[in-house]
């Protein structure tokens, strides 16, 4: 089969399609024919090297993946079913595998991280990670939602116990996951300000429900130009992967009890927690990271009735993987790069 593959961390050229061997599907795994595989930062990492984490290479990349079943043995779904393939893969017997928590399983891993991913025209997965593609959504969509919209959904729903009414700041609108988050928190009867690094940016948040999206790169104060906007009372909730960059503002602006919900640090994890305004505040700091196969088949629901929608900024052939990772190195996108086959 076609696969892109990472033999060694380096720039652009470290990714190449090849042809490779095909899986071969061991019992309770479902064996499916990729039609389209959204790309992630966790992507980027793997072709450039993450420090303090190593890479199983060689490496197929890719975790959202959207296709039809090939080869299924009694416990999958019938060969020719359209499907989505969940990202996260437990040991699916552990207490917390076994309680619903397959995102803290001590063997837990994801697609193109820990194993073989869906860049490749094959890919051999549990059985369990297979879903059935909700109808309405074609193969790019439904591999645009399932990483993003989980990690998401996990943040806002689960760990920052979103509430109608309730203001969020969401950073770095244009991203996948904030822009699942805009959705998520506008779902949920949230108020919903953004930051975005382009007016071009922000005119997309707003016009996905965002109430206010500020352009960080002209307005570097933006936590006093929200905190005018809620009437100096502040947010209840920030949504954020940016990290050091942001991480004193945001803690500025969080009205007492609030949360700060955060899955990643793109621009630094090294920060200064002020504890005394912690406590005296009553504020939270949450980690998260993914989310459960229980909550992805309550976003796929969503997602089949209209009330949610995955973000495609454009598409991408497999052959022209390269190029697609020039697209979101770019920061130029809104919403997912798809590669499709």
């Known amino acids: 089969m076609r696969a892109a593959i990472i033999r060694q961390h380096g720039g652009l050229d470290a990714i190449a399609v090849e042809e490779v061997p095909d899986p071969v599907r061991r019992p309770g795994e479902t064996l499916v024919r990729v039609r389209a595989v959204a790309l992630n930062h966790m992507d980027l990492w793997a072709r450039k090297g993450l420090p303090g984490f190593q890479f199983p290479l060689p490496l197929i990349p890719g975790c959202d993946i959207a296709g039809v079943v090939q080869e299924s043995g009694d416990g999958g779904l019938e060969p020719g079913t359209d499907v989505f393939l969940s990202p996260g893969v437990s040991c699916g017997v552990c207490i917390d595998c076994s309680s619903g928590r397959d995102n803290l399983c001590s063997r837990y891993g994801i697609l193109g991280e820990t194993q073989n991913g869906g860049c490749a025209e094959l890919i051999a997965v549990p059985d369990r990670n297979v879903h059935r593609k909700p109808p309405r959504l074609d193969f790019p969509a439904a591999a645009a939602f ?17 509430a109608p009414g309730q203001t969020v700041l969401i950073h770095a609108a244009g991203s996948g996951v904030s822009s699942a988050a805009i959705q998520i928190a506008t779902l949920y009867g949230a108020r919903v300000f953004a930051t975005a690094g382009s007016p071009e940016k922000c005119a997309r948040a707003e016009a ?21 906007l809620t009437e100096k009372r502040g947010v209840d909730i920030v949504f954020d992967h940016v990290g050091k960059a942001v991480f004193e503002g945001s803690l500025r602006l969080l009205r007492t009890g609030g949360t700060f919900v955060t899955c990643g640090a793109t621009s630094g994890s090294d920060v200064t927690l002020p504890l005394r305004r912690l406590f005296f505040k009553n504020l939270s700091v949450v980690g998260s990271t993914m989310g459960t ?15 949610l929608e995955p973000m495609v900024d454009r598409t991408f052939p497999l052959s022209d993987i ?20």
Do not use: C, N
Not at 153 to 159: A, D, P, S, Y
Not at 293 to 307: D, F, N, V, Y
Not at 322 to 341: C, D, M, N, Q, Y
């Open 146 to 162: 399932p990483l993003t919209f989980l990690t998401a959904w996990h943040m806002l729903v689960t760990r920052a116990r979103i």
């Open 208 to 228: 996905m429900g965002a109430t206010k999206a500020i352009d960080y790169t002209k307005e570097p104060d933006w936590s006093r130009r929200f905190f005018e």
């Open 293 to 307: 196969r229980g909550e992805l088949l309550q976003i796929a629901e969503h997602l089949q009735a209209g009330r």
């Open 322 to 341: 390269s190029a697609a990772h020039a697209a979101l190195e770019s920061r130029e996108t809104f919403g997912k790069i798809v590669v499709t086959l």
